[in-house]
């Protein structure tokens, strides 16, 4: 580790917040996801890219429509980003039982955005 700390988070994490805020909020016109692709069904996390270039942009209500986990990813980004430490909410957060590790291990995330899948998969087959 340097005495800068260690960069193998905090470079991605410019990167990711560099090319969202470089991208046009509606997208680059075609889907990237091999998952739609193959299927023709939107996997969990479609729509999250552009919502985060959305909330760079300012557009808070197409970005809620494009995926709602964008927020928080989007802010987690930043949170690596400006403190070089992924790990820093979680000793600072103090929750009940088991819900601090669910929230920090990436499980609340994977919860989320299985919710917001079958959500949409109801709505696409309605």
């Known amino acids: 580790m340097t005495t800068g700390g260690d960069l193998r988070f905090r470079i991605p994490a410019v990167i990711a917040l560099t090319i969202l805020f470089c991208l046009p909020e509606d997208g680059i016109g075609i889907s990237l996801c091999p998952f739609n692709f193959?299927?023709?069904?939107?996997?969990?996390?479609?729509?999250?890219?552009?919502?985060?270039?959305?909330?760079?942009?300012?557009?808070?209500?197409?970005?809620?429509?494009?995926?709602?986990?964008?927020?928080?990813?989007?802010?987690?980004?930043?949170?690596?980003?400006?403190?070089?430490?992924?790990?820093?909410?979680?000793?600072?957060?103090?929750?009940?039982?088991?819900?601090?590790?669910a929230l920090f291990s990436g499980r609340a995330l994977l919860i989320g955005a299985a919710v917001v899948w079958i959500f949409r998969l109801g709505s696409e087959l309605i």
């Open 38 to 101: 193959l299927t023709g069904i939107s996997c969990p996390l479609c729509g999250l890219c552009r919502s985060m270039t959305c909330l760079m942009h300012l557009e808070l209500q197409q970005s809620l429509a494009y995926h709602p986990l964008g927020i928080p990813v989007l802010l987690l980004l930043i949170l690596i980003a400006a403190t070089n430490r992924p790990d820093y909410l979680r000793s600072r957060v103090r929750l009940p039982g088991n819900m601090q590790a």
